[in-house]
């Protein structure tokens, strides 16, 4: 099957508004509602990984920064909210949550007496390691359709896309 004789929903959601309204441009339709829609079958993809490992999206998103980290997986909390983008009275309620169940502890700062550092503990390494596996398989199966060639044209176009909106927006 070529890839014109490949439809989709969008496809007829796209040509309804041509046909009911001529005078716009909705290719950006064409684009954007079927990342939108991917987005939210990658969404349910995730929490299906991570609920089978017994976390919620948000600990992943934590112990994920954590593991990232390398050896010792230790961060202070400033840098745990620039790496997971939210407020300091969220992190606080994360990382309280997250002490909580044993996947990270919290440490006295070797060089600032009155900061702590964040680090991932061994069942919290178990955890997120786990929890990445069963996600990047899930995700492979996502992009089973493309090509390697596919692949990276995919990957160029959507930095190019992201890139403008920097980091931390």
């Known amino acids: ?29 064409e684009v954007l509602s079927r990342i939108s829609r991917l987005a939210r079958h990658l969404d ?3 929490a299906n990984a991570f609920s089978a490992h017994d976390l919620e999206s948000w600990e992943f998103d934590v112990l994920a ?11 202070s909390p400033g840098q745990l909210l620039r790496e997971t983008l939210v407020t300091s009275g969220t992190m606080t309620n994360r990382v309280d949550r997250l002490t909580g169940r044993g996947l990270v502890a919290r440490q006295d700062h070797p060089d600032d007496r009155r900061g702590v550092l964040v680090q991932l503990t061994d069942a919290g390494k178990q955890a997120v390691d786990a929890a990445l596996a069963e996600l990047l398989a899930a995700e ?18 959507l930095r190019l896309l992201l890139a403008r909106y920097g980091a931390n927006r």
């Open 65 to 75: 920064a954590l593991r990232r980290s390398g050896p010792p997986y230790r961060l």
């Open 44 to 46: 349910r993809v995730r």
């Open 1 to 29: 099957m070529t890839d014109q004789l490949i439809r989709d929903e969008v496809d007829t959601i796209v040509e309804a508004w041509r046909r009911e309204r001529p005078d716009l441009d909705v290719g950006p339709m």
């Open 140 to 157: 492979r199966g996502i992009l089973a359709a493309l090509d390697v060639t596919e692949h990276d044209q995919l990957t160029q176009s």
